[in-house]
């Protein structure tokens, strides 16, 4: 990629559809990708027929994945993709999609993402003992159920470095503030610490408002080159820096403190050239609350042990130090289990601008973060970093 | 990975009793473990009441959970142990929701990490206190439930902890 801004070996979002219904029990998950296909190519101003590198990823597609999708839009894309590594994924589908496109193996990629969770009444943080890994047997015995994974990693950053119950509540209420500008959002109704800390708890120190909804709900990317996007319908949004990676349980004595996002996030910066001081908004993954506080450590916005006081009384509310989340994030706007290629739209959206109440005004460079899998346990990072034209 | 998606079966593991020394509280159901030729020292040695954990003979790093080679200098050349079972809580949470059946019956319990003397971090239960009581540091020793043994099969057993 250059720096100087010629458009040259440079690739950009060129349309976004986040699906509008948090509740579609009359939709597939196919149905529902398929209507994202549809918005996000008339947001681009493309038809299927230019769409020749494919996408996507959920929690319920066959061992083959994507090519079902293919199949079911009836495509025949020269490129395909069906990276899976849990809710960052489709962060992680742009960077490959912007190197697919740079090798000329692809010029116009289609991400794709569709879910009915919350219609299905799936029981992500609360059901079974979790992990389908090869030691899934060291692990299913003992109930660890996705909150409560999250749930132990906030309980030793509370022992570590004097975070509280109230500064962890304080990203649910700024979230939630956020939603309430959101339309879409499926939990609009403010709320307030005190409601956060009096919800009942999931899995200590977790409490219901410490967990992101459950919803139905899909979205649709499209990633391609700068020179092209630069005749399309939309300002093309670059794709400045990328960067993925994996923390887990190494042999047995992780630093929990220490998660994917802290090397995704140094490859993404030193890939754009820029610092953590020069992001103006960021969607970071919100499955819980712990998950934006350590996430903010690891990318640099704060140090590690610092994230507490980072967010605590509207740190990351709109007009805050760092606005995370003006969608209302995973808590309280959209989670059907797979937030990743959410992260991307908001993302997207505020660099295009004029989002009205909820809109970081002036946002020039936004970055996207996602998490996928067990934070205690084993997970994946994907840090993307945007940048207006 | 069939071996592997096998023992998610635990999940769904009904509501058989279990008996629980003299708690009013029954402990989480424990199935028989999964064991497969990387993991089979660790699970028999549960079953006789040993916390086995492995060591390379090569470079002498201590790994958990256990696996075919040395993952620190790809040595095959790894060695089975008894471990003290001693050590201390690193991190725990206190579970309050699961609708697995397996589970449910069990709530609240203690899943937790432990902070072995040897040095790798077991994923666990704490079991034989209140719940509450627990706290990070909490010194602990290994404890082992009985799994059921099929006719002709060498009994398995799951390590949990309880205050030391």
Same mark, same amino acid.
């Given at each position: 990629?250059?720096?100087?801004?010629?458009?040259?070996?440079?690739?950009?979002?060129?349309?976004?559809?986040?699906?509008?219904?948090?509740?579609?029990?009359?939709?597939?998950?196919?149905?529902?990708?398929?209507?994202?296909?549809? =918005?996000?190519?008339?947001?681009?101003?493309?038809?299927?027929?230019?769409?020749?590198?494919?996408?996507?990823?959920?929690?319920?597609?066959?061992?083959?994945?994507? %090519?079902?999708?293919? =199949?079911?839009?009836?495509?025949?894309?020269?490129?395909?993709?069906?990276?899976?590594?849990?809710?960052?994924?489709?962060?992680?589908?742009?960077?490959?999609?912007?190197?697919?496109?740079?090798?000329?193996?692809?010029?116009?990629?289609?991400?794709?993402?569709?879910?009915?969770?919350?219609?299905?009444?799936?029981?992500?943080?609360?059901?079974?003992?979790?992990?389908?890994?090869?030691?899934?047997?060291?692990?299913?015995?003992?109930?660890?159920?996705? %909150?409560?994974?999250?749930?132990?990693?906030?309980?030793?950053?509370?022992?570590?470095?004097?975070?509280?119950?109230?500064?962890?509540?304080?990203?649910?209420?700024?979230?939630?503030?956020?939603?309430?500008? #959101?339309?879409?959002?499926?939990?609009?109704?403010?709320?307030?610490?005190?409601?956060?800390?009096?919800?009942?708890?999931?899995?200590?120190?977790?409490?219901?408002?410490?967990?992101?909804?459950?919803?139905?709900?899909?979205?649709?990317?499209?990633?391609?080159?700068? =020179?092209?996007?630069?005749?399309?319908?939309?300002?093309?949004?670059?794709?400045?820096?990328?960067?993925?990676?994996?923390?887990?349980?190494?042999?047995?004595?992780?630093?929990?403190?220490?998660?994917?996002?802290?090397?995704?996030?140094?490859?993404?910066?030193?890939?754009?050239?820029?610092?953590?001081?020069?992001?103006? %908004?960021?969607?970071?993954?919100?499955?819980?609350?712990?998950?934006?506080?350590?996430?903010?450590?690891?990318?640099?916005?704060?140090?590690?042990?610092?994230?507490?006081?980072?967010?605590?009384?509207?740190?990351?509310?709109?007009?805050?130090?760092?606005?995370? #989340?003006?969608?209302?994030?995973?808590?309280?706007?959209?989670?059907?289990?797979?937030?990743?290629?959410?992260?991307?739209?908001?993302?997207?959206?505020?660099?295009?601008?004029?989002?009205?109440?909820?809109?970081?005004?002036?946002?020039?460079?936004?970055?996207?973060?996602?998490?996928?899998?067990?934070? /205690?346990?084993?997970?994946?990072?994907?840090?993307?970093?945007? /940048?207006?034209? | 990975?069939?071996?592997?998606?096998? &023992? +998610?079966? +635990?999940?769904?593991?009904?509501?058989?009793?279990?008996?629980?020394?003299?708690?009013?509280?029954? &402990?989480?159901? !424990?199935?028989?473990?999964?064991?497969?030729?990387? +993991?089979?020292?660790?699970?028999?040695?549960?079953?006789?009441?040993?916390?086995?954990?492995?060591?390379?003979?090569?470079?002498?790093?201590?790994?958990?959970?256990?696996?075919?080679?040395?993952?620190?200098?790809?040595?095959?050349?790894?060695?089975?142990?008894?471990?003290?079972?001693?050590?201390?809580? !690193?991190?725990?949470?206190?579970?309050?929701?699961?609708?697995?059946?397996?589970?449910?019956?069990?709530?609240?319990?203690?899943?937790?990490?432990?902070?072995?003397?040897?040095?790798?971090?077991?994923?666990?239960?704490?079991?034989?206190?209140?719940?509450?009581?627990?706290?990070?540091?909490?010194?602990?020793?290994?404890?082992?439930?009985? +799994?059921?043994?099929?006719?002709?099969?060498?009994?398995?057993?799951?390590?949990?902890?309880?205050?030391?």
């Amino acid at each position: 990629m250059t720096a100087d801004g010629k458009s040259s070996g440079r690739v950009a979002i060129a349309g976004i559809h986040e699906y509008e219904s948090r509740w579609a029990p009359d939709k597939t998950s196919f149905q529902i990708m398929g209507e994202c296909a549809r =918005e996000a190519l008339a947001d681009a101003g493309l038809s299927l027929s230019d769409v020749d590198g494919l996408f996507a990823a959920n929690m319920t597609m066959g061992a083959m994945g994507v %090519v079902g999708v293919a =199949e079911y839009l009836n495509m025949k894309p020269r490129y395909l993709d069906g990276t899976n590594i849990g809710g960052s994924s489709f962060v992680a589908h742009v960077a490959h999609a912007a190197a697919a496109i740079q090798t000329g193996r692809c010029e116009v990629a289609l991400i794709l993402y569709g879910s009915t969770a919350a219609s299905d009444a799936m029981a992500i943080g609360t059901g079974g003992g979790g992990g389908r890994d090869p030691g899934a047997a060291f692990v299913s015995p003992y109930g660890m159920t996705l %909150v409560s994974s999250y749930a132990m990693v906030a309980r030793r950053h509370m022992h570590e470095f004097g975070t509280t119950s109230e500064q962890l509540a304080d990203i649910a209420v700024s979230t939630r503030q956020h939603a309430s500008l #959101n339309p879409h959002a499926k939990m609009r109704e403010p709320i307030t610490r005190q409601d956060v800390l009096e919800s009942r708890l999931i899995a200590d120190p977790l409490h219901l408002l410490d967990c992101c909804i459950i919803s139905d709900g899909g979205g649709a990317v499209i990633v391609t080159s700068l =020179e092209r996007a630069r005749d399309l319908r939309q300002p093309p949004i670059v794709v400045r820096g990328t960067g993925e990676s994996v923390a887990h349980r190494e042999i047995g004595a992780p630093d929990l403190m220490t998660i994917a996002a802290k090397q995704s996030g140094e490859q993404a910066f030193a890939m754009a050239g820029l610092e953590p001081t020069d992001i103006d %908004v960021a969607t970071i993954y919100d499955s819980f609350t712990i998950t934006v506080l350590l996430t903010l450590e690891n990318l640099g916005f704060c140090k590690r042990g610092e994230g507490g006081a980072f967010v605590e009384n509207g740190g990351i509310g709109l007009g805050g130090r760092l606005p995370v #989340n003006p969608d209302g994030g995973g808590l309280s706007s959209n989670h059907s289990g797979m937030r990743g290629i959410f992260l991307v739209i908001e993302a997207v959206r505020q660099l295009r601008g004029g989002l009205g109440a909820r809109q970081v005004e002036g946002a020039e460079i936004a970055l996207a973060h996602g998490t996928g899998g067990y934070l /205690g346990l084993m997970h994946s990072g994907a840090t993307l970093i945007l /940048g207006k034209d | 990975m069939a071996e592997a998606r096998d &023992d +998610t079966k +635990t999940q769904d593991a009904g509501t058989r009793e279990v008996k629980s020394e003299s708690k009013s509280k029954p &402990d989480p159901l !424990y199935d028989r473990p999964a064991v497969d030729w990387e +993991t089979r020292a660790y699970w028999e040695g549960a079953g006789r009441g040993e916390l086995v954990l492995q060591r390379c003979r090569a470079c002498r790093v201590v790994q958990h959970r256990p696996r075919g080679l040395c993952v620190s200098c790809l040595s095959d050349d790894v060695e089975s142990f008894v471990a003290t079972g001693r050590g201390e809580v !690193y991190t725990y949470s206190v579970v309050r929701q699961n609708q697995a059946s397996a589970f449910r019956n069990a709530l609240p319990y203690v899943v937790a990490y432990v902070q072995l003397e040897e040095g790798p971090q077991l994923l666990t239960n704490i079991v034989g206190c209140d719940p509450e009581s627990v706290s990070i540091g909490l010194p602990v020793r290994v404890d082992f439930a009985p +799994t059921e043994t099929p006719p002709g099969e060498t009994p398995l057993g799951v390590p949990r902890f309880r205050p030391a």
